[in-house]
């Protein structure tokens, strides 16, 4: 059945190709990841240059705005933002060491060391727990209140990107071979795999409404999948390279996908139509939408010609698409 798009729907669509974009410099090195915080004022950026940044992307693109967090003594690959307070935010680094920072300040008030390079991250829906994985497929689940591990598990697969449901009881994995594992939380039993890839899945999203989970893989697709009786229910096919990040839009009216084609696709999550492409310049690390506004922040290893000549370097640079004027 086509799906109906309300006026509203319309018109946001319709307005999409006039919106701008804005960029923001500060980094030394590429962005690996961005995201928004839950009252969206805020938005972070890791990088490769083993820093993380706070910006107000709405009120400034000055770089002498951002806050500069510093402590990592290796790349930033993955942050989380605590779902139940807009300051808190959670980094994975491979320097074997998660870090809690206060955006307010600054400073790192908690560091946790794991054991290995870490290259996701997730933090638990209630805020109690962050789960973060290392390269050697090792989850480690750490309690907030005590800052300390407090249980592991070992993947006998690769993992590369780990989620909470809203709800909280269930843990998903997207692995090597091309599957989601579906955990039950805490005991970390198996309940089912979702085999829909023919190719490494690299990135998951749920969508805002819990309706919806959305893969992304090598193989160059996107599915969505019904959360009850994880169906899978529609595929994107829209770019032509591996999908390295997903993000849904706050409503989960829209999803935005990224890879190494030098465009973002946003499609409708319920025709599966592409509705607007965003022009890149190299291949793309990180989408995010704002938790309540159709402001898209995304970053990738561009380059620019290094200051005097002589080759280039990365741009270490971020874009947030989206704004009127």
């Given at each position: ?41 805020r938005l972070a950026s ?131 071979q091309g599957t989601v ?145």
């Amino acid at each position: 059945m086509q799906h109906q798009l309300t006026q509203q729907l319309e018109k946001t669509i319709s307005g999409f190709p006039s919106l701008k974009t804005r960029e923001y410099k500060a980094h030394k090195s590429n962005v690996h990841t961005v995201g928004w915080n839950c009252d969206g004022r805020r938005l972070a950026s890791g990088s490769v240059d083993k820093t993380a940044r706070v910006w107000a992307p709405e009120r400034t693109s000055d770089p002498r705005s951002s806050i500069e967090l510093r402590g990592h003594t290796d790349s930033v690959d993955q942050l989380r933002w605590d779902p139940t307070h807009p300051d808190h935010l959670a980094t994975a680094s491979c320097d074997k060491t998660v870090r809690i920072w206060d955006a307010r300040s600054g400073k790192s008030i908690h560091k946790v060391d794991t054991s290995g390079q870490n290259i996701n991250i997730s933090w638990s829906p209630d805020g109690q727990c962050i789960a973060v994985g290392n390269k050697e497929d090792m989850v480690s689940f750490i309690d907030t209140r005590t800052f300390k591990v407090e249980h592991t598990y070992q993947s006998k697969v690769e993992v590369n990107e780990i989620s909470w449901n809203h709800a909280g009881d269930l843990f998903l994995l997207t692995t090597g071979q091309g599957t989601v594992k579906i955990m039950a939380y805490p005991s970390m039993k198996e309940l089912r795999v979702l085999d829909g890839h023919t190719a490494n899945c690299y990135c998951l999203e749920l969508d805002p409404r819990g309706r919806y989970l959305a893969t992304g893989s090598a193989d160059a697709l996107v599915n969505l999948w019904e959360m009850n009786e994880f169906s899978c229910v529609r595929t994107f096919g829209k770019l032509d390279w591996p999908i390295r990040t997903i993000s849904f839009s706050f409503d989960g009216e829209f999803i935005a996908s990224a890879s190494e084609d030098l465009a973002i696709d946003i499609s409708s999550v319920e025709s599966g139509e592409t509705v607007h492409k965003i022009e890149c310049y190299a291949a793309m690390n990180t989408v995010a939408w704002h938790p309540s506004k159709y402001l898209l922040a995304y970053a990738g290893d561009e380059q620019e010609s290094r200051p005097g000549g002589g080759g280039s370097v990365m741009a270490g640079n971020l874009r947030v698409f989206g704004f009127s004027g």
